[in-house]
Antibody, heavy 114, light 112 residues
């Protein structure tokens, strides 16, 4: 059964680095890519980054300089790091599968505050 | 980056009414492999988004067939033929043809 589960800290201080993990079940990361998507409270969806089945990575243009996405295939995990966090980065962060985004995690809420 | 413009931003419908949502792209979404990676998502209140339609017109498994998608190149439409109460939420188009991937701004469907 395909599932994705996000994990990470609920609260991060401004200027610090956010580390999020997406653990996947029911498929291999070498067969299907995973994206990160975020949603600030009351706002729309914003694609952040992806790591594809062959290992290629893509990033949101505006966030590229602050992002790093990687994977650990042995643990079925996709890791997202975002540095220099600001209050505007407060959002629900989701991971989703493939080009079609056919499966999503339940999301993890990240609040940037001192 | 590809800009997806969704209209209308809000939609109010009665049960049984048919409605359409437009998604226009700033550039063609036809990929060199011949596919067009334009998807439609629904996010119900308090839930994660769910896939409705992929590659313009393919209905995702388990999605009611009152949902349909059409279009090509830069103009795409999602149609709901006979709105039901469970259809309320925000609809997003998104493209995966060009990196970076992008989402439309969303269309909120309200039930009268």
């Amino acid at each position: 059964q395909v599932q994705l589960k996000e994990s990470g800290p609920g609260l991060v201080q401004p200027s610090r680095t956010l580390s999020l993990t997406c653990t996947v079940f029911g498929f291999s990361l070498t067969s299907c890519g995973v994206s990160w998507v975020r949603q600030p409270p009351g706002k729309g969806l914003e694609w952040i980054a992806a790591i594809w089945s062959g290992g290629r990575t893509d990033y949101n243009s505006a966030l590229r300089s602050r992002l790093s996405i990687s994977r650990d295939t042995s643990k079925s995990q996709v890791l997202l790091k975002m540095n220099s966090l600001q209050t505007e980065d407060t959002a629900m962060y989701f991971c989703a599968r493939g080009y079609n985004f056919d499966y999503w995690g339940q999301g993890v809420m990240v609040t940037v505050s001192s | 980056d590809v800009v997806l413009t969704q209209t209308p931003p809000t939609l109010s419908a009665t049960i049984g009414q048919s409605v359409s949502i437009s998604c226009r792209s700033s550039q063609s979404l036809l990929d060199s492999d011949g596919d067009t990676y334009l998807n439609w998502m629904l996010q119900r209140p308090g839930q994660s988004p769910q896939l409705l339609i992929y590659s313009v017109s393919n209905l995702e498994s388990g999605v009611p067939n009152r949902f349909s998608g059409s279009g090509s190149e830069t103009d795409f439409t999602l149609k709901i033929s006979g709105v039901e109460a469970e259809d309320l939420g925000v609809y997003y188009c998104m493209q995966a043809t060009h990196a970076p991937l992008t989402f439309g701004s969303g269309t909120k469907l309200e039930i009268k």
